[in-house]
T-cell receptor, first 110, second 117 residues
């Protein structure tokens, strides 16, 4: 399969809790990106981390990258009901081609 | 900036007909545009990559004669689903990368939901 793996496939938490999603990929990458998708909508770019970076922050988002394990994680702190969505990692191996992971469906209960 | 639109947002067509979906970069010039399809509760699968003025590059397993892609300008790409069948029903999403800006970052359109009856 072209896709990377993401876990968990689905995650249900209470508002205010932190949500952690993990992503693994198969080949060496130039960068890895995380996207958010609300049901039936297009994708929103959240954050990009380059292969020579280990951690990146953006607001309540924290992304880590471990190239030795070919894995990345997305942490959303102090989650809100509005964070309910599907989250995808997407690995870029060079040029413009991007391979998407299977996604994690996050549900934040108010 | 970096807004991508798709038209139509949804379409219902009869089996055997063809449907054209447009993808436009509204406020930037797109070097490359991508077409994805997404089945319910699944991830995006890349169908093809197109550069302005040249033939699209299709992913393995995607029929180029069925999914016709035209990238006539730096702001417009079209996907035509020819002789559509119910199994072509899906959510089609395009994305675009721009000439300047963050390398390899893609900007996604809102998607087009195709239902073939």
């Amino acid at each position: 399969s072209q896709q990377g793996e993401e876990d968990p496939q689905a995650l249900s938490i209470q508002e205010g809790e932190n949500a952690t999603m993990n992503c693994s990929y198969k080949t060496s990458i130039n960068n890895l990106q995380w996207y958010r998708q609300n049901s039936g909508r297009g994708l929103v770019h959240l954050i990009l981390i380059r292969s020579n970076e280990r951690e990146k922050h953006s607001g309540r988002l924290r992304v880590t990258l471990d190239t030795s394990k070919k894995s990345s994680s997305l942490l959303i702190t102090a989650s809100r009901a509005a964070d309910t969505a599907s989250y995808f990692c997407a690995s870029n191996t060079g040029g413009f081609k991007t391979i998407f992971g299977a996604g994690t469906r996050l549900f934040v209960k108010a | 900036g970096a807004v991508v639109s798709q038209h139509p947002s949804w379409v219902i067509c009869k089996s055997g007909t063809s449907v054209k979906i447009e993808c436009r970069s509204l406020d930037f010039q797109a070097t490359t545009m991508f077409w994805y399809r997404q089945f319910p509760k699944q991830s995006l699968m890349l169908m093809a990559t197109s550069n302005e003025g040249s033939k699209a590059t299709y992913e393995q397993g995607v029929e180029k004669d069925k999914f016709l892609i035209n990238h006539a300008s730096l702001t417009l790409s079209t996907l035509t689903v020819t002789s559509a069948h119910p199994e072509d029903s899906s959510f089609y999403i395009c994305s675009a990368s721009r000439l300047a800006g963050v390398p390899y970052e893609q900007y996604f359109g809102p998607g087009t939901r195709l239902t073939v009856t």
